[in-house]
C-alpha cells in the first residue's frame, strides 16, 4: 500500500466485483476507503473458497486496506449517520442502477447538497441517458451485448465468454480513472463533480479501440474487426510437448523466424518485407508459425527465438503463476496474516512509484468490523453509536 492518495476518504456503497475493484485500487494508493455494506453484507463475501463463511476469497481479493462498515441505509438514523460521513468525504461511489440509488435518496443532486466539493461516482451498468439505463448489469450480460463473446465465435465454435470477470475489471478501471480525475478537478479548482462509470460503453469503448477497424472512416472501408486478431491462426500454438506463444512482429522478426524455420523464400518477398502488405496478408504468415510449431519441443522453441529476439512466451497455467521467476523476483505475491482467516497470499498492487516505499497492506475486513472507530472518527460519540445500535442501523460483529 502506497501514501499517494492520503487523507482522501472514499465512501464505497458498491459490491461484488467492478466497484470494489475500482476502490481497491484506491486503496492500494492510500486512500481511506469505508466499505458501506448493507445488513446483508457483500454478496461476494460468499464467492471462492473459504475458512469462514462471508471470508470467500473472491472477497478478499478485492476488499483489501479497506473498513467494514455495516448501515440500514433504510432506516433513518443508519441515512443520518451517512450524511454524516458525506459532510466529511471526498469520494462517494456505488454501483446501483438510477431508480434503486433513487429510492435511497442518494442521487448526485442530494448527496452534493451535503457536500458540494464530493466526487461522486456511479459505476453502472448502461449511461443513464439511454433506454437500457435501469437494466441488470452483470459480467456475462456485459460480455455478451458488448461484442466481445462474438469474438470466440467461429463456423466450429459458438460465441464464448472469457473465463474471468473481465467486463467488471474493465469497467473498474475506467471508474477509478474518473474518481481521480474528479480528485484532481477538486485539488485544482474546489468543484466537486459527478461522474458516471457505465459498464456497457466502457466496454464497447475498449473492444472497438481496434476493432471498429473499416468503420472508422465514412464510408466504411471494409468490414469490422481486426484481422490479426481475429484470424482463427492467431492462437496458442501446439508444440511436440505442450503450447507457446509466438508472435514475430516487425519486418525484422519475420525474417528471423522464416529463415529459422527454413522458408528463406519466403524471408526475403516484398509482401513480407513490406508492412502494409504483410498485414493484409497476416493470416498466411500465422498459418505457417502454425504450421511449424509441432517440430520442436516447447523448451526448445523458447530457445531458438528468444536468440533472435524474436516475441514468445510459454503458455502458464494458473498454478504456474506462483512459481513464476518474474513475479518472483519483483515481490508481486505476498504474505499476509488476517485476523480471522490466518495466513493469505495476496497480490500487491501493480504499480510501482519512484521515491515511494509502499506499507504492508491491511488484510480484507470482517463484516462491520470497523463500524465503531469509523463513526468515532466522524465525530460520533459512544453514546450515539449505542443509540445506533439498538435502533437497528448500525450492525456490529456481535450483534450477527
Not at 476507503?33 to 462471508?54: C, H, L, M, W
Not at 433513518?76 to 446501483?96: F, P, Q, S, T, W
Amino acid at each position: 500500500m502506497f501514501k499517494l492518495l492520503e487523507d482522501i476518504t472514499v465512501l464505497d456503497l458498491s459490491s461484488v466485483m467492478l466497484g470494489p475493484f475500482a476502490s481497491q485500487l484506491l486503496a492500494d494508493l492510500g486512500a481511506n476507503v469505508i466499505k458501506i455494506e448493507s445488513p446483508e453484507g457483500d454478496i461476494f463475501r460468499y464467492a471462492g473458497t473459504a475458512r469462514n463463511q462471508g471470508m470467500g476469497s473472491g472477497y478478499l481479493n478485492v476488499n483489501r486496506n479497506k473498513k467494514s462498515l455495516a448501515l440500514n441505509l433504510k432506516t433513518k438514523n443508519g441515512r443520518y449517520a451517512l450524511n454524516k460521513l458525506i459532510e466529511k468525504a471526498d469520494v462517494l461511489m456505488h454501483n446501483m442502477r438510477p431508480s434503486a440509488i433513487d429510492r435511497l435518496g442518494l442521487d448526485y443532486e442530494k448527496v452534493s447538497a451535503l457536500n458540494p466539493r464530493i466526487v461522486y461516482c456511479a459505476a453502472v451498468g448502461f449511461g443513464g441517458d439511454g433506454p437500457y439505463a435501469n437494466e441488470p448489469a452483470y459480467d456475462d450480460i456485459m460480455q455478451a451485448v458488448s461484442g466481445f463473446a462474438s469474438l470466440a465465435q467461429t463456423p466450429s465454435n459458438p460465441p464464448a465468454f472469457a473465463p474471468t470477470l473481465l467486463a467488471d475489471k474493465i469497467a473498474g478501471l475506467y471508474a477509478a480513472l474518473g474518481i481521480l480525475s474528479g480528485l484532481v478537478k477538486l485539488e485544482r479548482t474546489g468543484a466537486g463533480t459527478a461522474v458516471e462509470a457505465p459498464m456497457f460503453e466502457s466496454l464497447v469503448s475498449f473492444l472497438l479501440a481496434e476493432h471498429l477497424s473499416g468503420h472508422t472512416f465514412h464510408p466504411p472501408k471494409g468490414e469490422m474487426g481486426y484481422g490479426r486478431l481475429t484470424t482463427p491462426y492467431r492462437r496458442p500454438y501446439q508444440t511436440l510437448d505442450g503450447y507457446i506463444s509466438v508472435m514475430p512482429y516487425s519486418t525484422k522478426h519475420w525474417e528471423r523466424f522464416l529463415t529459422l524455420v527454413e522458408r528463406e523464400d519466403l524471408a526475403q518477398a516484398n509482401w513480407v518485407r513490406d508492412t502494409s502488405l504483410r498485414s493484409e496478408s497476416i493470416e498466411d504468415l500465422y498459418q505457417i508459425v502454425a504450421e511449424s510449431m509441432p517440430h520442436k519441443t516447447t523448451s526448445q522453441w523458447l530457445n531458438d527465438l528468444k536468440l533472435l529476439d524474436i516475441p514468445c512466451g510459454p503458455v502458464n497455467s494458473l498454478p504456474d503463476l506462483l512459481d513464476d521467476t518474474h513475479l518472483r523476483a519483483v515481490n508481486f505475491f505476498q504474505k499476509i496474516n488476517h485476523p480471522t482467516e490466518g495466513l493469505l497470499t495476496s497480490m500487491r498492487h501493480p504499480l510501482r512509484f519512484v521515491g515511494e516505499t509502499p506499507e504492508s497492506d491491511i488484510p480484507a475486513p470482517t463484516y462491520g468490523s470497523d463500524g465503531v472507530d469509523v463513526l468515532l472518527a466522524a465525530g460520533f460519540d459512544q453514546e450515539s453509536i449505542q443509540s445506533l445500535v439498538e435502533s437497528g442501523a448500525l450492525i456490529l460483529p456481535d450483534k450477527l
